[in-house]
C-alpha cells in the first residue's frame, strides 16, 4: 500500500511539474537573411516567414539583410554573426553565387541546417533552394514580348536593351540567358543588348534606360529590366517620356512603379515571383528537420516556387491581389 502511494505521488509531481518544463522549452530559432532592406520584394519574404512564425507558438524567428543588395559584404559578415549564435536554422537569400557560400559551409558543419532563397549559392551543403526558376520566367517574358511585337505589326528587327541590377548573381543571370535564348531562336534579327548593370540603384535604371534611348534612336525595340529595381527605374523612364505605345518595356517583380506602370500601359508585363512562398516554405522546412519530421536528404536540391505574368490584361483581377501584394496577406 505505502509503494503503491509513493508511486500516486511521484505521479502527481510530475504531472504538476509538466505545465513548468513545458513553459521553460526553448521555441525553435529560426534565422531569415534577406538581401536588403530596403526593397519591397524582400520585406515580402519576410511577410511569408513571420506568418510561419505567427502560425507556430514554439517557433522565433528573427530577421536579418543589410539596406541594400549591393551591400553583400555586410550580408555575409550578417551571417557570420547569426553563426555565431547558434540558431536552430537559417533561411538566407545570398545576394550573389559566392559571397555567402563560405558561410554557408561554416553553418553546416556547426550542425545548423541552411536553407537557400532565391539565389543558388556557389556551395552545395545547403538543404535545398525555394526559387523561381528564373530561366523559364526569362523565356516566359521574351515569348510576350515578341507576341506583343507581332500584335502591333512591328517587324522582328532591331535591339531590346537590357538592364541589369549587377553581375554575378545566378538569379539575374538565369533570368537575362532565359530571355536572351528564346529571342535568338525565335526572332535571330533582333539583337539582345549586352546587360548595363547598375548596382541595383533605381535612378541609375532610369539612366541606364535613358542611355540605350539616345544610343538606339532608330533601332530600339524596346527593354528589359530584370528584377525590381531596374524595373522601377525603367517604369519612371516609360512614364516619364509616354513611350508605352512606341516601345515594349518588361520586367521582374511587383513594386508599385511597376505595377502603376502597367495600369497606365507604359510597362507591358512584368514576371511575378513568390517570396512569400519563398519565406513561408523556408521556415516550414527548417522547422520540419528541427522538429524530425523530416531529414535534410528527404529534401530535392531545387524548389521551383513559381512566376506569374501579370499584364494589362489581368493586373486588375480579384485573384491578382495576393500575387501583387503579399501584404495584403499578413497575419501578424
Not at 265 to 287: H, K, R
Not at 289 to 296: D, L, N, Q, S, Y
Amino acid at each position: 500500500m505505502k509503494k503503491i502511494l509513493a508511486l500516486l505521488l511521484v505521479a502527481l509531481l510530475v504531472a504538476a511539474a509538466m505545465p513548468f518544463a513545458m513553459a521553460e522549452a526553448e521555441p525553435i530559432e529560426i534565422a531569415v537573411i534577406i538581401k536588403a532592406t530596403d526593397s519591397d520584394f524582400w520585406q515580402q519574404l519576410l511577410v511569408g516567414a513571420l506568418n510561419f512564425n505567427f502560425e507556430h507558438d514554439d517557433v522565433n524567428v528573427t530577421t536579418y539583410g543589410p539596406v541594400s543588395e549591393a551591400d553583400y559584404d555586410e550580408q555575409a559578415t550578417i551571417l557570420d554573426g547569426v553563426i555565431v549564435t547558434h540558431p536552430d536554422g537559417i533561411v538566407l537569400a545570398p545576394t550573389l553565387v559566392d559571397n555567402c557560400s563560405a558561410g554557408i559551409d561554416e553553418a553546416v558543419a556547426q550542425g545548423i541546417p541552411v536553407v537557400i532563397a532565391d539565389n543558388t549559392p556557389s556551395t552545395d551543403s545547403y538543404v535545398t533552394v525555394y526559387a523561381t526558376d528564373s530561366y523559364t520566367a526569362g523565356s516566359n517574358l521574351a515569348a510576350l514580348f515578341l507576341a506583343e511585337l507581332e500584335a502591333r505589326g512591328v517587324e522582328p528587327k532591331g535591339v531590346i536593351g537590357l538592364i541589369s541590377a549587377m553581375a554575378g548573381s545566378d538569379t539575374l543571370i538565369k533570368r537575362e540567358t532565359g530571355f536572351a535564348d528564346y529571342i535568338a531562336e525565335n526572332a535571330p534579327e533582333i539583337t539582345v543588348l549586352e546587360p548595363i548593370y547598375v548596382d541595383n540603384d533605381i535612378p541609375k535604371a532610369l539612366s541606364a534606360a535613358e542611355n540605350i534611348y539616345t544610343a538606339h534612336p532608330d533601332d530600339l525595340l524596346g527593354y528589359y529590366a530584370s528584377n525590381n529595381c531596374t524595373g522601377d527605374g525603367l517604369a519612371q523612364f516609360m512614364t516619364e517620356n509616354n513611350l508605352g505605345q512606341r516601345l515594349i518595356a518588361v520586367c521582374f517583380d511587383s513594386d508599385p512603379a511597376e505595377i502603376t506602370a502597367i495600369r497606365e500601359g507604359q510597362v507591358l508585363a512584368t514576371a511575378i515571383q513568390s517570396p512569400y512562398n519563398m519565406g513561408y516554405m523556408g521556415c516550414q522546412a527548417i522547422y520540419d528537420i528541427v522538429t524530425g519530421v523530416k531529414t535534410a536528404a528527404d529534401f530535392e536540391k531545387f524548389c521551383d516556387t513559381g512566376a506569374t505574368l501579370v499584364t494589362g490584361e489581368n493586373v486588375n483581377d480579384e485573384e491578382m491581389v495576393g500575387v501583387i501584394d503579399p501584404f495584403t496577406l499578413k497575419l501578424y
